[in-house]
């Protein structure tokens, strides 16, 4: 019988391990998750008695927390020096809670099952908030984040196009004060790239982009954005984007650098620079095919074996001078190309050929998570937010291969129809209904001002780089604004004298 024990963050995170993959019916989009909870009670039945267990350790050293309370509001369990405990719960539906001090409080939610042990295991983040709050001191706030965490692309497109340079950025500016004010008229913003000004020294994507449909100049996007410019107005007129920027994982001068800053730049009407800020805008070709396609020539020989299989003639197409892109035939969401009738999705066709192939050979065997063989990748390592930091991996969320296949099978849109932060979080920390995490609003703020003003990636950053990551360069903004690598936490980064309080109600 399936265990389901899902997170819920307060101020900190927490590692639950769900023996498993979420349910395949967790991804549907404004679905609220199955795993419910009454804080202090049970639900279903409660003959039979069973229990909690589980380990609470440090997020940062990974070191185990004795003296860690756990919690359901009517049972309490202590961690030992092996930061182990034992709850003694009936089977039902719990809110759990965690507590040590000089850490922050957390809660889980998580569901008994009749019979069976549930394990239950904490990662939890060091207590903060006592620091001076640099924003205070500034007349505009900036934020700017990318909106999925990390993009992909390819270094060679002479053979075909998977994906093409493709990145989005997003901003929002606040005027600083005592009331803060979202400001989307009367200033500019711009973005620049002073390491990454020439893509064209390191990709031959716009050797190719016309026989692909893309006839677009050098240095320009399949959207019309140069690689630096201005950025215009959002679709829900709260920011500004540029989407599709054409930035490649090379600096000018060779650099591998998959996470590459961006400057922004906020002026007004008279061209008077009001803030900068810079954003990483990460971007990875580590998509590891040679890991399965070996041989002297693994791009070739994915064209040949795409033939052998599909009856297709991408070989001959090759050596005659025309190269495809996938979405040609296969239907890619991420680029609005609907593909052909009869032809299974792009997402579709990746997953479910290639399910059982991830251990073709030892070096795809070896990879962990085995996503990292198609997807950015262990020298990325773009798998860097807060939760990776707390042991959760590319299954927890997005199940294993099969999973990803049967989804889509069973009618999920690829792209549209994402992971939810609903399906593991209470409700004060879901998105907002029919829409994904990258595009919600924070609904719930403590006064009602900033409801249906500010992005929740604003304050959490994107998936797969939730504050506070891996990664550094990713924690440029909350630095500048808070003073720490945390989400954004402290109500003074926008307002001016306010009392600190939880950012969700």
Known sequence: MKKVCSVLVGLSFVFA?????????????????????TSGSTSGSTSTTTAITGVVKDIVTGAAISGATISDGSHTATTSSTGSYTLSEA????TLSVTKSGYQQTYQICTVVSGAATPVNWSLTKAYGNQYIPASAMSYAVFAWNDLGMHCDQDDYSYFCVLPPFNTLHVQVFRHGGESSLVTSGITVSYSFPKKTNSTLHTNFWD???????????????TGTPLSGTMKLDANGKGFVAEGIPITPY?????????GTAVITVTNSSGQVLQTTNVVTPVSTEMMCSNCHTGSNPQLDILQKHDDH????????????????CSECHADNALSAPGKAGVESLSLAMHNFHKDKMKA???AAALTPDCYNCHPG???????????????NCHDCHGDMNTMASSVQNGRQPWLQEPKCGNCHDAKHQ????TLYRNSLLQNGPDGDMNNRIYCEACHNGPHAEYTTANPADTVITKQLQGDNFWIWNCNVCHSNYSVRAMHR
């Not at 089977?91 to 719990?94: L, P, T, V």
């Not at 190719?208 to 399949?222: D, E, L, S």
């Not at 600096?251 to 996470?259: E, H, L, M, Q």
């Not at 599909?310 to 892109?325: F, I």
């Open 91 to 94: 089977a039902g539906n719990y």
């Open 251 to 259: 600096d000018d001068d060779g650099t591998w650098d998959p996470y």
């Open 361 to 363: 050979t030892a070096t």
């Open 431 to 434: 998105e907002n209904a029919n």
């Open 17 to 37: 391990m769900a023996n498993g993959t979420l349910a395949e019916t967790e991804w549907h989009s404004g679905q609220t998750s199955s795993t419910g909870s």
């Open 310 to 325: 599909s009856n297709t003639t991408l070989v001959a197409d090759y050596w005659s001078g025309k190269v495809h892109r």
């Open 378 to 392: 262990p020298k990325t390592a773009c798998m860097r937010g807060v939760m990776a930091r707390a042991g959760k």
């Open 208 to 222: 190719y982009a016309a026989q692909f449909g893309w006839n677009v100049a050098p240095n320009t996007g399949i």
